[in-house]
């Protein structure tokens, strides 16, 4: 079945520093992946629209500038924050969708990362 | 703009009892899907099943089956003879595609429900 991998399950930053987030599509070709945040306790809201091989696309509210979207590949979606600080920390999640395959309504998600910024 | 609304931040349900998570949604659209993921204390987001607007009959997966009510815009989910194991967040969730005027093809999820199952 359709699989998305997301490298790392965790990782803790100074704040100040980047930290990039990859989202890997492991048996299917995936045009678009799409990024979630999860604050503690709370749903998880849509940062953006990862296309690949042109820009992003963000809701409202979400800095481009400081989440950094690269779709380089097929398979590969990358998240960059930025000059990260301490209420970045969050849950932050990958998900794709097969379209060409027998499950093409489903998301599948990443295993996420957990990312905290001290 | 879609939203879904979960009621029931929390349930405690017996084990072997059957479950209902409740979950309405709003959308002017008329074509979209509506889902339901688990998401244990790990993090993951574990697919549990899937309605699609135009599907005229409830869906099913073992255990999970979704009360699809249009008119009342609700996408229950039903967990028959609960588990242990079955405890986690639930989480409903609803996309409207991009061609019918939703703005991402992203999900738009509910607050959720912290489903526990006592022994």
């Known amino acids: 079945g359709a699989v998305v991998s997301q490298h790392p399950s965790w990782v803790i930053c100074k704040s100040g520093t980047s930290v990039k987030i990859e989202c890997r599509s492991l048996?299917?070709?995936?045009?678009?992946m799409f990024w979630y945040r999860q604050f503690p306790k709370q749903s998880l809201m849509l940062m953006a629209t990862?296309?690949?091989?042109?820009?992003?696309?963000?809701e409202q509210g979400v800095e481009k500038d400081k989440f950094l979207i690269n779709h380089a590949s097929l398979t590969l979606s990358t998240l960059t924050v930025t000059s990260a600080h301490p209420e970045d920390s969050s849950f932050y999640i990958c998900?794709?969708?097969?379209?060409?395959?027998?499950?093409?309504?489903?998301?599948?998600f990443g295993q996420g990362t957990r990312l905290t910024v001290v | 703009a879609q939203k879904i609304t979960q009621t029931q931040p929390g349930m405690f349900v017996q084990e072997k009892e059957a479950v209902t998570l409740d979950c309405t949604y709003d959308?002017?659209?008329?074509?979209?899907?509506l889902f339901w993921y688990k998401q244990p204390s790990s993090g993951e987001m574990i697919f549990l099943i899937y309605?699609?607007?135009?599907?005229?009959q409830n869906a099913t997966e073992g255990r999970y089956s979704l009360n699809f009510q249009k008119a009342r815009k609700s996408a229950n989910l039903v967990i028959s003879a609960s588990q242990l194991g079955d405890s986690a967040m639930y989480f409903c969730a609803m996309r409207v595609p991009m061609y019918s005027g939703g703005g991402a093809d992203g999900l738009t999820f509910g607050k959720g429900t912290h489903l526990i199952i006592q022994p």
């Open positions: 998900s794709a969708r097969d379209v060409f395959g027998p499950r093409d309504t489903e998301a599948f």
């Open positions: 959308t002017s659209d008329q074509s979209y899907g």
């Open positions: 309605q699609g607007s135009y599907d005229e």
């Open positions: 048996d299917f070709q995936a045009t678009t």
């Open positions: 990862s296309n690949e091989g042109s820009k992003a696309t963000y």
